[in-house]
């Protein structure tokens, strides 16, 4: 869940703003009135049949304050491609928000939150920064089926249940104004605004998750609404998602399926599985926290009109676990996006 890497965030700020402040003399802040500023950087070089350059990708701000130990406002700001240059009309960057929420908690198992929220469809949405994932390149679902980065306005619930002594769920459930009518031909293209919906009618995002021990999750979760100007077409996004840590071994995946009501192409699908193995530990003296990792994943989608499939193969370099360097190969069944490798540094600060 987002609430967690935010946790993990503001434990890390905390960390750093107590040891500056010993270094100081000064008092370690609390949080409470004090607005703490931190966030990652990725970057890449393609070097395909396609292209061969390097992406200054993103430049992604966090801001986290505590009015007050139980309301706390997150933001996240992406500076994407180098920003927008002004006066530049060939310019491919992009400035948006792409994270930034009120919380209000009643209780660990009640928060109310409204803003712009990362709709809780899939589990990649939600927990998609660079720095935690092993591969550079998304996987393709979360970039055609689920447009990853969707974050949507709204507002909504969330919480997390103990219903056992090692079980643990999480939930999200928000009300939003939903995909727009792009979506009948791309539902990357369709992503709706945060300022105005297009219809009178709101779309329900949600998200269950269940862990039944430490290292195991298993979530369902949906995005269903109104997508067109006339209101008159329903889209339904679903997703199955899940992760098993054991020991040196990971292995995640996840599956969606989007239904188009009134589109050409009404049903669209994809799927991907990944498999990692951790090791060398420490390997390089200078850094003793360091580990290596060892990826391989399958990613397959549908769209109707067309089908892709993708093999990557990934191996990644961890300095501290902040900070990983990837150097990845791709093989694309067509070869329509150039096989080839890709080199990436991301942290977070």
């Keep these: 869940m987002r609430s967690d890497i935010w ?3 503001l434990s890390c700020l905390v960390l750093w703003c107590g040891a ?18 931190g966030g ?13 350059t390097f992406d200054q990708h993103r430049l992604v701000p966090f801001i986290y304050a505590e009015v007050d130990e139980r309301i706390h406002v997150m933001a996240e700001i992406e500076f994407e491609h180098g920003g927008v240059v002004k006066g530049d009309k060939e310019s491919d960057g992009e400035i948006k928000i792409e994270f930034a929420v009120i919380d209000i908690a009643f209780s660990e198992a009640l928060t109310y939150r409204a803003g712009v929220v990362l709709a809780p469809v899939g589990g990649f949405n939600i927990d998609h920064d660079s720095p935690r994932n092993d591969l550079t390149n998304r996987p393709l679902v979360d970039r055609q089926i689920i447009p990853t980065t969707l974050s949507e306005s709204g507002m909504g619930l969330y919480g997390t249940l103990y219903p056992g002594e090692a079980a643990v769920v ?4 928000y009300l939003v104004n939903g995909f727009s009518a792009e979506a009948a031909a791309n539902l990357r ?16 995002t949600g998200r269950l998750a269940y862990s039944p021990s430490l290292g195991v999750q298993v979530a369902g979760s949906f995005h269903v609404g109104a997508y067109d100007d006339a209101g008159d077409h329903v889209l339904g996004l679903y997703a199955l998602d899940a992760n098993v840590n054991r020991g040196p071994f990971e292995v995640r995946g996840e599956y969606a399926a989007a239904t188009v009501d009134g ?21 390089i003296r200078a850094f003793p926290e360091s580990i290596c990792t060892a990826s391989l994943r399958y990613d397959a989608i549908d769209l109707g009109a067309r089908d892709q499939q993708r093999v990557t193969l990934g191996l990644n370099w961890r300095p501290i676990e902040k900070t990983v360097v990837k150097l990845d ?5 067509s070869g329509a996006q150039g096989n080839g490798l890709v080199l990436s540094v ?4």
């Design 7 to 9: 946790r993990l965030a």
């Design 20 to 37: 500056a402040s010993a270094q100081t003399g000064q008092s370690t802040p609390s949080g409470e009135g004090h607005a703490l500023l």
């Design 40 to 52: 990652y950087i990725d970057h890449e070089l393609f070097w395909n049949e396609q292209k061969k």
């Design 170 to 173: 999480d939930y999200e459930v």
């Design 189 to 204: 293209d369709g992503r709706g605004s945060l300022k105005a919906d297009n219809n009178e009618q709101k779309s329900l």
């Design 263 to 283: 589109a050409e192409h009404e049903r669209r699908w994809g799927y991907y599985a990944q498999f990692g193995y951790h090791f060398g530990e420490g390997l």
């Design 329 to 333: 190969y791709e093989f694309y069944e």
């Design 346 to 349: 991301a942290s977070y600060f």
